[in-house]
């Protein structure tokens, strides 16, 4: 089982970058799965999941309105679209999934996470937020 992010880079304070993570190695269609990032000398943290059951999504409060989660079972890849990026934002971005529930659980979108929480990770793609 892999998962591959990509997408990341420098963007200007107010700019858009669209992540994408592919995974291959398993069928990603009965499961959930969720973006988490990670600031410098800071802790792992749930940004946004997608369920599988009826493609409900989550979101942590300070990405809502500004960030969109989305799936193409055709081609086992999850999307994170981010609109008007901020200094709050930069870090690095893994995708993570157990391969076991269908459903959100709220350590995918609420708080921080550890790596042993999540069975899958990609190896990360960075987010710079800078003029």
């Known amino acids: 089982v892999q998962l591959v992010e990509s997408g990341g880079g420098l963007v200007q304070p107010g700019g858009s970058l669209r992540l994408s993570c592919e995974v291959s190695g398993f069928t990603l269609d009965y499961y959930a799965i969720g973006w988490f990032r990670q600031a410098s000398g800071k802790e792992r943290e749930g940004v946004s999941c997608i369920n599988r059951i009826n493609v409900s999504t989550y979101y942590t409060d300070s990405v809502k309105g500004r960030f969109t989660i989305s799936r193409d079972n055709a081609k086992n890849t999850v999307y994170l679209q981010m609109d008007r990026l901020n200094s709050v934002d930069p870090g690095i971005y893994y995708c993570?999934?157990?391969?076991?529930?269908?459903?959100?659980?709220?350590?995918?979108?609420?708080?921080?996470?550890?790596?042993?929480?999540?069975?899958?990770w990609g190896p990360g793609a960075q987010v710079t937020v800078s003029s």
């Open positions: 993570g999934t157990d391969f076991q529930r269908p459903w959100c659980t709220p350590h995918y979108y609420n708080g921080t996470v550890a790596v042993a929480d999540l069975p899958f």
